[in-house]
């Protein structure tokens, strides 16, 4: 009996040892809503706290929650300073580090907010009838900028009669006559421009700074004194026709007074003074009309005199800037070969690392973008992200290691196992080019064993994808497969060169680099030849639809977003000034061979690979009629095909948590229907 006692003791000591041993499950498509992500940090002047935005997801409302949370840099002291259903945003810290601004829709709509930090006493400083942006401190702390959109009445082209009491007639005509009359994401456009507004800290009537029928939506900032914003706007009288000609504009807040600080065709954005208020810092390129173009780094005086490039040698997009404290380097933030960083650059161009591994915001694929602040003292807090865990807060400074002060996500990854990710390069087929791409594998990844492959190609086409984590992608891991994905010629973060070796030869050699990873794959020795499957969302479903029009190598493919006529496209998306200008030699009724030349229709009738179309119905990027033109010419063909249209969704399929969920499981339910089953 006692021997018996002491085997049962023995079983109950190592039992936790053993289920720890044991593989935690993988992620379910019902993770999505337990995802958890950090957004906009921002540090306090003095260098000591940051306030971040910390977003969950709730189930039963199908989108985001935003509250704000503050850290303590030194002891990581972590609190909550809202709470609720309701979302909260873009905090800014006062000059003096005591009190905080945010945007809240609290109480229906989306209005500025007032905090003491030492007290938690709020109050509500608009009542607005439309969303305000970019909120911004004067340099005194006295005043509040912000961006607003102002309708524009109309007058009825024709007066009809009016409809009797309670009658039941059709709705009234939508009257157009804008050129980008619609927008992704946001739907059909309401006439308007966006203007710049100061309020004063105590409330009161906003008082509208800019004028005319311009839009005043880019960014903007103080100068030292309180006296002018510099804004972002394109105020020419084409604008409509030439929408990247933006310039600096310098606005008197006194009387709205506005003159142009650049003049050069081409963008100019991201106005920074310099603290002395000597020296403009600004981000742009001169247009040359390329489908990339890097955005570059430039110094102006204050009056816009003797601009000059300062970023020369990077060969990388600035995305980001700030000023440093000593009025003769910037802060910026870039990505290079897949990752993002944030360096300091002084005005000679030369640049020091500070941090990598910024981004974490795109939830469902491995896409660059993230933020960053920096304090008077260099203190300087960025959303951090890895191929483990989306956007989570960290903080570094100068000569000091980095600190990831957040693991929002440990409550889920602590109980599920996620594919391990490995970097690969190969040297393309075409031109012996070296290309960037990374695998991800199974949870419980055997070597000996044969698995399927899956490609997964990113839209953009100038984006790029890299070491991040991505709901999607490891999802389709946990399902079986080991996960390919890479950043063919055309993508960001290699160079313009690169970039523009697609320039009007979109799709082109990125099919051949393509391939060129797929059997770099299947070299590794543990993939299935016969059991290969394809799909990519936007410019990867152009290129999805293009692979499958070339080769029958794949089993199966899933084609998301696409588009497969370039000449329809062109004229139907929701920026038609800007596509036929930038990707094409001109108009397609004078190009029309180039644009078919390109257009993934034209091969449709090679396809004989299985084919998915799944698109969001409320899609004006890559309308839905692009996947209803190739899912009739499937059909016309007889290929065995299929057309998932995601309801109440453009093209950010994945914005909603349900949404995501949609997409990852239609595209694995038909992988599924042709996977053989001794690969499941």
């Known amino acids: 009996m006692l021997y018996k006692k002491s085997l049962q003791f023995i079983f109950i000591l190592f039992l936790p040892v053993l289920l720890w041993s044991q593989q935690l499950p993988s992620l379910s498509l019902l993770d999505v809503y337990s995802l958890e992500y950090v957004s906009d940090p921002q540090v306090s002047p003095a260098g000591n706290q940051v306030v971040y935005v910390r977003n969950t997801m709730d189930i039963m409302k199908d989108g985001p929650i935003s509250n704000l949370w503050v850290v303590d840099i030194a002891s990581g ?26 945007l809240s829709s609290r109480d229906g709509s989306t209005e500025i907010y007032l905090r003491w930090m030492d007290t938690g006493a709020e109050t509500k400083l608009t009542n607005l009838s439309e969303s305000p942006g970019g909120i911004q401190w004067s340099p005194d702390g006295t005043q509040i900028a912000f961006q607003l959109e102002v309708p524009i009445p109309s007058t009825p082209l024709t007066k009809l009669p009016s409809p009797p009491e309670d009658a039941k007639w059709a709705p009234a005509p939508k009257y157009i ?67 990247l000609n933006t310039e600096i504009y310098e606005v008197a807040v006194s009387n709205g007074a506005t003159k142009a600080l650049t003049s050069r065709q081409g963008p100019d954005g991201h106005p920074a003074i310099s603290p ?26 204050r009056d816009g005199s003797n601009p000059r490039l300062v970023s020369k040698s990077l060969d990388r997009d600035v995305d980001d800037l ?56 260099g203190t300087f807090a960025f959303t951090h992200t890895g191929p483990d865990h989306p956007a989570d807060l960290a903080v570094g400074k ?39 791409g990374w695998l991800i594998k199974p949870p419980g990844f055997d070597p000996a064993k044969k698995y399927p492959l899956l490609l997964e190609i990113h839209g953009g086409p100038f984006s790029n994808y890299g070491p991040r984590f991505t709901m999607e992608l490891q999802l389709f891991a946990a399902a079986g497969y080991v996960v390919l994905y890479t950043n063919p010629r055309g993508s960001t973060s290699y160079g313009e060169a690169f970039g523009n070796l697609i320039h009007h030869n979109y799709p082109g050699q990125d099919y051949d680099d393509l391939m060129t990873c797929v059997d770099a794959a299947i070299g590794k020795g543990y993939i299935d030849p ?29 084609v998301a977003k696409p588009v ?5 496209f062109v ?88 949404n995501l969920m949609n997409k990852v499981g239609y595209i694995l339910g038909w992988f599924d229907k042709y996977r053989e089953k001794s690969s499941k």
């Open 571 to 658: 004229l139907h998306a929701d920026n038609p000034a800007f596509f036929y200008k930038y990707w094409f030699p001109g108009f397609p009724w004078e190009n029309t061979e180039h644009y078919m030349q390109r257009s993934p229709i034209s091969l449709v009738g090679n396809v004989q690979t299985p084919t998915m179309l799944l698109t969001g119905e409320q899609d004006y990027r890559t309308p839905i009629s692009e996947s209803e033109q190739y899912y009739a010419a499937l059909k016309l063909r007889q290929v065995d095909c299929a057309m998932v249209r995601i309801q109440e969704s453009g093209h950010g399929i994945a914005n909603r948590p349900s």
């Open 322 to 377: 700030a000023w440093a404290a000593d009025n003769k380097s910037l802060f910026i933030q870039y990505d290079s070969e897949g990752d993002t960083y944030l360096g300091r650059i002084d005005l000679s161009g030369q640049v020091s690392t500070l941090a990598t591994q910024i981004g974490g915001l795109s939830l469902g694929r491995p896409y660059g973008g993230g933020s960053f602040s920096v304090a008077k003292d």
């Open 77 to 102: 002291e972590h609190r909550p300073l809202t709470a609720g259903t309701q979302r909260y945003s873009s905090p800014r810290w006062s000059p003096d580090g005591k009190r905080l601004l945010f």
């Open 398 to 436: 100068a000569g000091q290691p980095v600190r990831r002060l957040t693991q929002v996500n440990a409550d889920l990854f602590n109980q599920r196992t996620l594919g391990a990710v490995e970097e690969i390069w190969v040297n393309s087929s075409f031109d012996s080019r070296r290309v960037q």
């Open 530 to 558: 016969n059991q290969l499957y394809i799909t990519g969302g936007s410019g990867g479903g152009v290129l999805t639809a293009w692979t499958i029009g070339k080769t029958n190598r794949f089993r199966a493919a899933v």
């Open 564 to 568: 497969i006529n370039w000449y329809s």
């Open 276 to 301: 002395d208020g000597r020296l403009v810092a600004y981000t742009g390129f001169d247009d040359r009309y390329q489908g990339y173009q890097v955005t570059q780094l430039y110094v102006m005086n």
């Open 177 to 243: 006559d804008l050129l980008q009359y619609r927008s992704d994401g946001v739907g059909y456009l309401n006439p308007g421009f966006t203007h710049l507004f100061v309020v004063g800290v105590e409330g009161g009537t906003p008082r509208q700074i800019t004028q005319g029928e311009f839009n005043h939506g880019g960014d903007f900032c103080w100068t030292p004194d309180g006296k002018f914003l510099l804004v972002t706007a394109n105020r020419h009288p084409q604008a409509a026709y030439d929408p």
